[in-house]
């Protein structure tokens, strides 16, 4: 079964660090680009950054650029998102998403919350 | 930047034909992707390249995009359908979502 689980969302302090993990199982990971998209409660999705089969091309948003930083790891298939300086505007649910043209297969997301 | 605009909310009465739009610059010389949101739940994708369903969709799922508007429509709607829908596109270096549109079925 093809499958994306995120990890390691929780609750943190403005200015603070946070590392998301997603696991990836039933598909060959390493031919597949792969992003990270969020959902602020009770608003819409959110684009946060994109990263090639191969890891050396990678897209951000303008919201994230210079905080957030996403990398992989294909021999362990897993694809991580270092968040630091952390906002209350960046709490959200943060999915990971199996990208071919298109979005085809999103994990059940993490939760994050920036909160004193 | 690149901006995708959406209904916020679409009513239709059982069994009847629901259409979402999607109005973007130009948005037919891109590819569109339709994802339906149920509460609590991820994202499902129910079209991609304009109008290409997934295995596992509804043919009552359909797509078309011309011009400066992309349409999700949904016919024969179901109470099963109610959900959250956004459009998506590739612009360049990042990914654009539209703001969403409830689909409520009456």
């Known amino acids: 079964e093809v499958q994306l689980v995120e990890s390691g969302g929780g609750l943190v302090q403005p200015g603070g660090s946070l590392r998301l993990s997603c696991a990836a199982s039933?598909?060959?990971?390493?031919?597949?680009?792969m992003n990270w998209v969020r959902q602020a409660p009770g608003e819409g999705l959110e684009w946060v950054s994109y990263i090639s089969s191969s890891g050396r091309l990678i897209y951000n948003a303008d919201s994230v650029k210079g905080r957030f930083t996403i990398s992989r790891d294909n021999a362990k298939k897993s694809l991580s998102l270092q968040m630091n300086s952390l906002r209350a505007e960046d709490t959200a649910v943060y999915y990971c998403a199996r990208q071919m043209e298109y979005m085809d297969v999103w994990g059940k997301g993490t939760t994050v919350t920036v909160s004193s | 930047s690149y901006e995708l605009t959406q209904p916020l909310s679409v009513s239709v009465a059982l069994g009847q034909t629901a259409r979402i739009t999607c109005g973007g610059s130009n948005i037919g010389s891109k590819n569109v992707q339709w994802y339906q949101q149920k509460p609590g739940q991820a994202p499902v994708l129910v079209i991609h390249?304009?109008?290409n369903r997934p295995s596992g969709i509804p043919e009552r799922f359909s797509g078309s995009n011309s011009g400066n508007t992309a349409t999700l429509t949904i016919s024969r709607a179901q109470a099963g359908d109610e959900a959250d829908y956004y459009c998506q596109v590739w612009n360049s270096s990042f990914w654009v979502f539209g703001g969403g549109t409830k689909l409520t079925v009456l």
């Open positions: 390249t304009d109008s």
């Open positions: 039933g598909f060959t990971f390493n031919s597949y680009e």
